[in-house]
């Protein structure tokens, strides 16, 4: 929040905004923590957070894992009862069922949030074998496959944005590399390449694009096997198609 934000202020409400910074801190952190590293982060006193972790938990905000505690979906699953939202996973769900079918790999939906990226929905390989990811999986947009087109195929106002957020966390070579390989990506129209997250999984991601701008990523993350009914090539062209028929599928949408 910045300070003309403060200024403009006129209401408060502590306990409120105590329960929010750790909604968000945990968030943003990646992984679970303990109400100890929760006080030195937030620069507040354990007994202080006491109280909002309790609630949180209760309400199903949070959960305790061994490790300390982390968000549960439930955020998640509020925003996407939003109309936005919901138009998009009604649209895409039904050619996302068609890509995992021809295919035979799983696939997933993606949307950016700030600085990072999220999956609000996947269909499941229809085979004995596939890789998917939970929903609400987040990572960083400038790590994910998908960041490359969220920046490289977004309008000028969004990278605007997307750069005010990421300089203060990267340093500048780190966010040359990203901003030229996104724009590769962008003039290319997809992504193929070897996931740094798990072994043997090769990306395939497309763009899904609005009015002016990239809206969402489609992503099959291909697994060679024997069960594959086509090869990573068609499995491309089945997946480019598809970004193709959500995106027409959101335009009409807009216009009904």
């Known amino acids: 929040m910045t300070m003309q934000d403060e200024s403009d202020r006129k209401y408060r409400a502590p306990a409120l905004e105590k329960g929010l910074d750790v909604l968000e801190l945990l968030s943003s952190h990646g992984r679970p923590m303990t109400p100890s590293q929760m006080s030195v982060e937030l620069g507040r006193s354990v007994s ?8 949180l ?3 199903h905000y949070i959960e ?3 490790d300390g505690y982390r968000p549960t979906n439930r955020l998640f699953s509020l925003g996407m ?18 890509l995992a079918r021809d ?3 799983s696939c997933h939906l993606v949307v950016p949030t700030e600085d990072q990226i999220v999956v609000i929905a996947r269909i499941e390989s229809p085979g004995d074998l596939g890789y998917s990811v939970r929903l609400g999986y987040r990572r960083s947009i400038i ?6 087109l969220f920046y490289g195929c977004a309008s000028d106002r969004t990278q605007v944005a997307l750069k005010a957020r990421l300089e203060p966390l990267y340093d500048a070579d780190r966010l040359a590399r990203y901003y030229a390989d ?3 990506a962008a003039a290319q129209g997809f992504v193929r390449r070897a996931s740094d997250f798990v072994m043997g999984v090769t990306d395939l991601v497309a763009p899904i694009m609005g009015a002016d701008s990239v809206i969402a990523t489609l992503i099959t993350p291909y697994i060679q096997h024997a069960g594959a009914a086509c090869d990573i090539d068609a499995s491309l062209e089945y997946l480019r198609a598809a970004v193709r028929a959500i995106s027409a599928e959101m335009s009409g949408m807009s216009q009904a």
């Open 48 to 55: 202080e957070l006491f109280r909002m972790i309790q609630v």
């Open 57 to 59: 938990e209760f309400r």
């Open 64 to 66: 305790a894992t061994p």
């Open 81 to 98: 009862t939003q109309a936005p939202v919901k138009s998009l996973t009604e649209g895409a769900l039904p050619i996302m069922r068609d």
């Open 103 to 105: 295919t035979v790999q």
């Open 143 to 148: 790590d994910a496959s998908s960041g490359l």
């Open 182 to 184: 996104a724009e590769a």
